[in-house]
């Protein structure tokens, strides 16, 4: 099983609904982050979390929500979907304390919003 | 934040060295190089990191200039599937990693 499981893999949904991606992870980590991914592009940080009760804005949170439910949770929603939200969603994790050589990925969220 | 700059592509034959260059002129003494790489769609894959001195692991090494203003990743047998997107990152250690584009690397046989 993977270590950080991402839920929907793939999505198809209409402008103005409201979209939930789902991130669990069994490392242990306490970081989470989300990221989006559009074609041709690097990834860009939406939001990140350094504890359950550590929630920061990344590069490009407008139109974008999270909640730490809890330390192995940490989901992101859109409230109202438009179509420039289309892109593939990273869920990702790091080390404890101090330690952040390594992020682990989860295997994307592909989101299309027509 | 320190930006880096990277070729958009590059290309390699199978069984050579990959070396992947990466320029962060504007570092800070604290901000640590990564390297990850991504395979098609997949997640990024943690490759190594480093502050002053060269690293190397099972995957690569890392080879940091003396004034720490540039980096090359070097892949030293690189393999059809080391062909990915190659990013090089400068970051505070304990903070947020912000991704590039990155290098395409292809690898032909």
């Known amino acids: 099983d993977a270590d950080v499981t991402q839920t929907p893999r793939n999505r198809i949904t209409k402008t103005g609904k409201r979209i939930m991606l789902e991130c669990s992870q069994t490392?242990?980590?306490?970081?989470m982050y989300w990221y989006r991914q559009d074609p041709g592009l690097g990834l860009r940080l939406i939001y990140y979390?350094?504890?359950?009760?550590?929630?920061n804005k990344g590069e490009i949170s407008d139109g974008y929500s999270v909640s730490r439910q809890a330390q192995a949770k940490f989901s992101l929603s859109l409230e109202s979907a438009i179509p420039n939200q289309t892109a593939l969603y990273f869920c990702?994790?790091?080390?404890?304390?101090?330690?952040?050589?390594?992020?682990?990925f989860g295997e994307g969220s592909r989101l299309t919003v027509l | 934040d320190a930006k880096t700059t990277q070729p958009p592509s590059m290309d390699c034959a199978e069984g050579r060295a990959a070396n992947l260059p990466c320029n962060h002129s504007?570092?800070?003494?604290?901000?640590?190089v990564y390297w990850y790489r991504q395979i098609h769609s997949q997640g990024p894959q943690y490759i190594i990191h480093g502050l002053k001195n060269n690293e190397t692991n099972e995957m690569a090494s890392l080879i940091i200039t003396e004034d720490r203003k540039s980096s090359t990743l070097i892949l030293p047998h690189a393999t059809l599937r080391d062909t990915a997107v190659y990013y090089c990152?400068?970051?505070?250690?304990?903070?947020?990693?912000?991704f590039g584009t990155g290098t395409r690397l292809q690898v032909f046989p």
């Open positions: 490392k242990g980590h306490d970081r």
């Open positions: 979390s350094f504890d359950v009760k550590d929630i």
């Open positions: 990702a994790t790091s080390g404890n304390r101090g330690e952040i050589g390594e992020l682990f």
């Open positions: 990152i400068v970051r505070v250690r304990t903070d947020k990693l912000i």
């Open positions: 504007t570092i800070s003494g604290n901000e640590y």
